[in-house]
């Protein structure tokens, strides 16, 4: 496929525990230096400037956020940003628990995220191809760019196939429509995306 060039960056039924619809005002949204030191900058619910991975302290944003999370232990933007600064440090066992955290509570970023690394299995994260998938895919519904095309990526590559996705045309066009919305005017993005649509539909159309 075309569109594999474009794209860098376990059991059969989905293990993913229930994942609630993230509300940000349900959480407080006061800014911490685990805001400032280690958001992500794709994060659309991040409050800090956004902070690349070689750019960041991480020792100083695993003390921030350590000291942000004991003060809001169930805040999932915080949990996340923890689990990021631990998982860039090394330390990817530690980071499960506040990975798992921010997931149970739909954190957006999260679910690309951890989704990512649990179906490459990578970071110390357990390899789980279907619980991965699943959540990949809980990002593209809810507007995540990288699970509107991650997910009919690896869907068309054939990476799910062990799972039970009932996955249709119009759910795969209807994410990388929405990517192409999302792509801010990118080109990059805007011709991966009509790449992605162009597989999507020769795919279904394959006698």
């Known amino acids: ?18 994942i609630q619809t993230y509300d940000a005002k349900d959480y407080s949204s006061d800014i911490t230096q685990c805001d400032v030191l280690i958001s992500h900058p794709d994060d659309p619910y991040k409050i800090g400037p956004g902070v690349k991975r070689r750019d960041a302290d991480l020792p100083a944003a695993v003390t921030a956020c350590e000291r942000a ?3 809001d232990p169930k805040n ?6 923890l689990a990021r600064a631990y998982g860039y440090s090394g330390m990817g066992e530690k980071a499960y628990p ?9 954190y957006p970023q999260s679910l690309f995220v951890i989704g990512y690394i649990t179906l490459m299995g990578i970071n110390k994260q357990p390899q789980d191809t279907c619980k991965g ?4 895919r809980r990002s593209a519904k809810v507007g995540r760019f990288a699970g509107q095309v991650g997910f009919p990526y690896y869907w068309l590559e054939g990476k799910f196939a062990q799972c ?3 996955v249709t045309k119009e759910e795969l066009l209807d994410y990388v429509t929405n990517g192409h919305a999302n792509a801010d005017g ?8 009509d790449l992605l ?11």
Do not use: C, W
Request: proline share 5%; net charge neutral; charged share 30%.
């Open 98 to 106: 506040y990975r798992e955290l921010a997931v149970k509570a739909g």
């Open 164 to 166: 039970k996705f009932d």
């Open 186 to 193: 990118d080109f990059y993005k805007e011709t991966l995306v």
């Open 133 to 136: 998938g699943d959540l990949i």
């Open 76 to 81: 999932p933007r915080l949990n996340y940003q």
């Open 1 to 18: 496929m075309m569109f594999t060039g474009l794209l860098m960056a376990a059991s059969v039924a989905s293990s993913t525990p229930d």
């Open 197 to 207: 649509k162009k597989d999507i539909v020769e795919h279904f159309e394959k006698p």
């Open 69 to 71: 999370v004991k003060a």
